[in-house]
């Protein structure tokens, strides 16, 4: 199944990757737990150990549940290699430290998720590395600083939690003009609505959290790319131990069976839910790169096949809205995730920038009304009353 390349995203999602593993005519990857593989043969133990050979040493290097999972992404993203980790920032952390050092430059986004951003902020700096943060839409301002030395590219489109959108094939050119890597976090669109190798990209970040388990039951964390570099970044993570448990692993291939018939049903909610919540009387602005009047509605139609499951929408109440209107919603978990098959919903402040501060916040962007909305399976009709029912109490307000 894994040689014919002709085959659909959505029969990848069930059979790429998994064959490989299956043992006495099971038609499910096992879940290995050991944390060691014994080796009678001392001289094949060795070959195994220095790559020689195909075959697992050690648990926290690698074990066949996590390469069948490993696999399966690779497969979906069109890529020679993939690596895991333990979460999504595990996975952004351990690729980021792998190819910088004192005195290299980063060029980024303002619009990344706020524990990225922290690390583009806080962190990186504070290890001689110079950040140059952009603002996501100029691309204009992205080509000059990268044009003034850069060593890494680091895009996260669409962004969390604004769903803004890069052009991916731009800033490619501008990187590769100057030999910088270009690392993208393909989160939110997921393999089935954008493929940024087939548009330039080094390497492809997932928290494997989100949309690729989509039950919120798993962490986990995974990048692919060319061998050779996602070598460098499993050398660093065997090392460094952001290991994906086996279990982890097995709930993620698991989940990753149903992604393109999720995706389908959740890309087309949210693209009706947007459409309803821009006609409504409480709500300031709808963000959603679906939607035409979306600033880089063009550049998604571009590079995306679909506009993903998730938007973002701002109360006119602002805060206080926010508090009247979440504990009215019937059909939508209040926490701080996404991509599962249930809607979940919560504010930036208490979500995906939970990190900064209200200043910070407000200097990325981001509104303390906003609330982001990741569209679950649910019939989306029954959705929209929901919504309907929640903003019914701040339309008589305002």
Not at 93 to 115: C, E, H, M, Q, W
Request: one cysteine or more.
């Amino acid at each position: 199944m894994t040689k014919d390349h002709n085959l659909t995203n959505a029969t990848k999602t069930v059979w790429a990757g998994e064959s490989d593993y299956l043992v006495h005519g099971a038609t499910q990857v096992p879940v290995v737990h050991s944390v060691s593989f014994g080796y009678e043969d001392i001289d094949e133990w060795f070959e195994v150990a220095i790559g020689n050979k195909d075959g697992h040493i050690y648990g926290r290097n690698t074990n066949p549940t996590v390469q069948s999972f490993e696999d399966k992404v690779k497969i979906l993203e069109g890529a020679e290699s993939a690596t895991s980790f333990s979460t999504g920032m595990a996975a952004i952390s351990n690729s980021l430290a792998t190819f910088l050092k004192p005195g290299d430059r980063v060029v980024t986004i303002k619009d990344t998720y706020g524990g990225t951003n922290k690390i583009f902020s806080e962190f990186l700096p504070k290890l001689n590395i110079d950040v140059e943060l952009c603002e996501t839409a100029n691309h204009e301002q992205m080509e000059e600083e990268i044009a003034k030395g850069c060593d890494i590219l680091y895009l996260e489109t669409p962004t969390n939690p604004t769903v803004k959108i890069t052009d991916i094939k731009r800033m490619v050119k501008a990187a590769k003009a100057v030999d910088a890597l270009v690392f993208v976090d393909n989160t939110f669109a997921t393999p089935m609505n954008q493929n940024p190798l087939s548009l330039g990209a080094d390497l492809v970040i997932h928290s494997a959290t989100k949309f690729l388990g989509g039950h919120a039951d798993a962490l986990g964390g995974v990048v692919v790319g060319s061998k050779d570099l996602v070598e460098q970044i499993f050398h660093y993570r065997e090392i460094n131990g952001a290991t994906l448990d086996p279990m982890a692993a097995y709930l993620l291939l698991r989940g990753m069976k149903t992604l393109d018939i999720r995706n389908e049903r959740q890309c087309a909610s949210a693209m009706r839910i947007a459409n309803y919540l821009k006609q409504h009387d409480a709500v300031e602005d709808v963000f959603y790169p679906g939607l035409e009047d979306h600033p880089n509605h063009d550049i998604a139609k571009k590079q995306m096949s679909n506009f993903g499951g998730m938007l973002s929408f701002s109360l006119k109440d602002g805060l206080d809205g926010v508090r009247e209107f979440l504990p009215k919603l019937q059909y939508a978990n209040r926490a701080a995730n996404l991509g599962a098959v249930e809607t979940v919903v919560g504010p930036a402040r208490t979500t995906s920038h939970i990190e900064c501060t209200p200043e910070e916040r407000k200097a990325l962007g981001i509104p303390e009304g906003l609330i982001r909305y990741s569209v679950g399976i649910e019939d989306v009709n029954d959705l929209i009353t929901d919504l309907e029912n929640a903003l019914s109490y701040i339309t008589v307000k305002s």
